[in-house]
């Protein structure tokens, strides 16, 4: 068969190389949503739940908040506002020591999807995009990256700063927010949006972060 050919089924056309789920007529929203890079002053960034007594059971905690922490950091730099949610802290204890800094927002809830919390909604400023790590991936990360979706909101997912307590549940909720409207990002290529040049003021320091 001519790889250049488009599969043909009784009511849809598809690309060749894509999912079924893919018409070809997204063809071209698909692109437009690729195209658009995440910029510093039309972003907000959320972390999940990055408790006390949730994170040592979350598969490659450590990397996943140095991820979290990079991105806080950067985000501050660049003036970028951070949000961080925690899921019934009498019970999981306070955001990890060091990842907040008292200028950051933080919101206590017991709904798994934050946009289902009394205040959450007015609390993020309108027309941001949403930056979001987080834990678990496939419980609070889940639920409230397609409450934002719903919602209409621009919704990146870091997938280096997403974590839960096993493998499959992590990939799956991914796979899940993805087919939703997610967009799945690294800190990296974050960070590097957010600046957009080498002249950045901040680059040097910013890079280290990475380092």
């Known amino acids: 068969m ?15 190389g894509t999912r079924a789920g893919f018409h070809a007529g997204n063809r071209n929203n698909l692109t437009r949503g690729c195209m658009k890079l995440i910029t510093a002053d039309k972003s907000l960034l959320l972390l999940v739940d990055f408790q006390q007594k949730l994170m040592p059971a979350i598969e ?6 140095k991820n979290a922490a990079a ?3 950067a985000a501050r730099l660049l003036k970028v506002p951070v949000f961080a949610t925690e899921q019934a802290p009498d019970r999981l204890g306070q955001t990890v020591t060091g990842l907040l800094e008292p200028q950051d927002h ?7 999807s934050a946009t ?7 609390w993020l400023p309108p027309g941001r995009d949403v930056i979001i790590g987080g834990c678990e991936a496939h419980i609070c990360v889940l639920q409230t990256a397609v409450g934002l979706l719903t919602q ?11 974590g839960s307590r096993d493998a499959r549940n992590r990939q799956l909720a991914i796979e899940r927010m993805v087919f939703n409207g997610a967009q799945r990002v690294t800190t990296e ?15 040097k320091e910013i890079q280290a972060l990475i380092k």
């Open 71 to 73: 991105l806080a950091h």
């Open 106 to 112: 933080v919101l206590h809830k017991h709904h798994f």
């Open 152 to 162: 209409g909101r621009k919704v990146y997912i870091v997938d280096d700063a997403l």
């Open 189 to 203: 290529m974050v960070l590097f949006e957010w600046m957009r040049t080498s002249q950045h003021p901040n680059f």
């Open 116 to 122: 289902l919390e009394v205040g959450f909604n007015p």
């Open 2 to 16: 001519d790889s250049n050919l488009s599969i043909q089924s009784t009511n849809q056309t598809f690309l060749p």
């Open 60 to 65: 490659q905690s450590e990397s996943i908040l």
